[in-house]
């Protein structure tokens, strides 16, 4: 049976159970039975069955999950209801505080940004406990290269977040090195308008140097304003 709800698997070039993909699918199956693999089995799709894709406004582009226990959910940078907010999404709210003017959220799940159409795409599917990115060569890159690229082509506005050279990296690789060449690029590289956003990843180690202060929240709302598209709520 397909990992994927229906709407993604009709987008994409042939049901996932088809594609080379469910190799990458059955070696994190068959580490999840030998150790503690993050987020659970149940969540590897989650931000495929919350953001379908005709409700997406925008994508911010993660690396692997959290793993540490209690953590990961299947959503780029969110954490369980009620768990400890880890470093990089308590400075995602620092910036969205400061760039809104508004008090910065105290619960860490994102699940109702996703449910507004911000599919929060990790580029690793899965990671096993205490190992961060022990995941990155069981392929998982192929598949989620070709979700960005079929994002990218669809016919509604969409804005990309790319924190981090590796966010960036990926998005080159599924939508071409040319995508990039200018922070917003409406009916020219793509055929509907596009929003690209790139900016230092928001961790401890380099927030500092460009992330903060880069406004993305705002200038996401913004361009949505501009192209007819209902702005997303941030906070509650």
Request: glycine share 8%; net charge neutral.
């Amino acid at each position: 049976m397909t990992a994927l709800p229906s709407a993604w698997d009709a987008l994409l070039d042939c049901p996932f159970d088809r594609q080379p993909h469910c190799g990458t699918l059955a070696a994190a199956e068959e580490a999840a039975a030998r150790e503690t693999v993050y987020p659970p089995r149940e969540d590897w799709f989650a931000a495929f069955r919350l953001t379908p894709p005709k409700r997406i406004r925008a994508v911010i582009l993660g690396q692997d999950p959290y793993h540490e226990p209690g953590q990961a959910m299947g959503l780029a940078f969110s954490v369980r209801p009620g768990g400890k907010l880890p470093p990089s999404l308590r400075n995602i709210y620092r910036e969205l505080a400061s760039d809104l003017n508004v008090p910065a959220p105290a619960d860490g799940d994102l699940t109702f940004w996703a449910e507004q159409g911000v599919l929060l795409l990790n580029t690793v599917l899965t990671v096993a406990d205490g190992r961060a990115n022990s995941h990155q060569h069981l392929g998982w890159q192929r598949f989620t290269d070709e979700v960005l690229a079929a994002v990218a082509a669809l016919p509604q506005p969409v804005a990309f977040v790319l924190w981090g050279a590796p966010a960036q990296k990926a998005f080159d690789r599924a939508a071409g090195s040319g995508a990039r060449t200018g922070l917003i690029c409406a009916h020219g590289y793509f055929d509907a308008p596009r929003l690209v956003l790139t900016a230092p990843h928001p961790s401890p180690l380099s927030a500092y140097r460009g992330f903060f202060g880069s406004r993305p929240f705002s200038r996401i709302n913004e361009f949505l304003r501009e192209n007819g598209t209902r702005e997303i709520r941030w906070t509650d």
